[in-house]
């Protein structure tokens, strides 16, 4: 079956970027996504990109996506405290919302 | 949170009870999910929904029963509780992208 592996940890100074990293096993996947989740809150949709897709930024958020070696990464710039939570990349195919979860980054950013 | 409301947020239940989670949504959207995310694991999906009248099994839909009687409502039903459904649950409508609802962290003593 599809499978999204992140790693487990990330610690960052302030001010400095954040790139957060992703692999997904499905080659159909058709829709990546990345979720924000703060401690004791839900999941808050950052982005998403579509496969045919190479990179897409919305203010200090950059996504990039390798299709060829199935990897997606996030890169947060100017890391603010207020971005210590949880991220999940997730993916998706055509026609199927069902979403496929990594199991998450802890970014933590210390001042 | 995107017009995604589940009560309760959270709840302690016994082995062996029963309990409904519920999930209701304002936006109109024809698909809604549930998950459930724990420790290590990230979230995983229980049961989906298409559309009024039509369900259909997720990842780990054991322990689970559902139903969409109306478009904006999916209630996620517990038929006996057991300590391995201590989990935070989650909602979910729309189609791309998903929007979640804040969750409900329930406890089986």
């Known amino acids: 079956g599809e499978d999204v592996e992140q790693s487990l940890f990330l610690s960052v100074r302030e001010g400095d970027s954040s790139v957060i990293n992703c692999t997904y096993t499905d080659s159909s996947s058709t829709y990546l996504y990345w979720y924000k989740q703060e401690p004791g809150a839900g999941l808050q949709l950052l982005t998403y990109i579509f496969s045919n897709m190479d990179m897409k930024q919305d203010q200090r958020l950059t996504v990039l996506l390798n299709k060829k070696d199935k990897h997606l990464s996030l890169r947060i710039a100017d890391t603010q405290t207020g971005d210590s939570a949880i991220y999940f990349c997730?993916?998706?195919?055509?026609?199927?919302?069902?979403?496929?979860f990594g199991t998450g980054t802890r970014l933590l950013v210390s001042p | 949170n995107a017009g995604v409301t589940q009560t309760p947020k959270f709840q302690v239940l016994k082995t062996g009870q029963s309990m409904t989670l519920q999930c209701a949504q304002d936006?109109?959207?024809?698909?809604m999910s549930w998950y459930r995310q724990d420790p290590g694991m990230g979230l995983r999906l229980i049961h989906y929904s298409v559309g009024a009248g039509i369900t259909d099994q997720g990842e780990v839909p054991n322990g689970y029963n559902v139903s969409r009687s109306t478009t904006e409502d999916f209630p996620l039903r517990l038929l006996s509780a057991a300590p391995s459904q201590t989990s935070v649950y989650f909602c979910?409508?729309?189609?791309?992208?998903?929007?979640f609802g804040d969750g409900t962290r329930l406890s089986i003593l």
């Open positions: 997730a993916e998706s195919n055509t026609g199927f919302q069902k979403l496929v």
């Open positions: 979910a409508s729309g189609d791309q992208p998903q929007h």
């Open positions: 936006m109109n959207h024809e698909y």
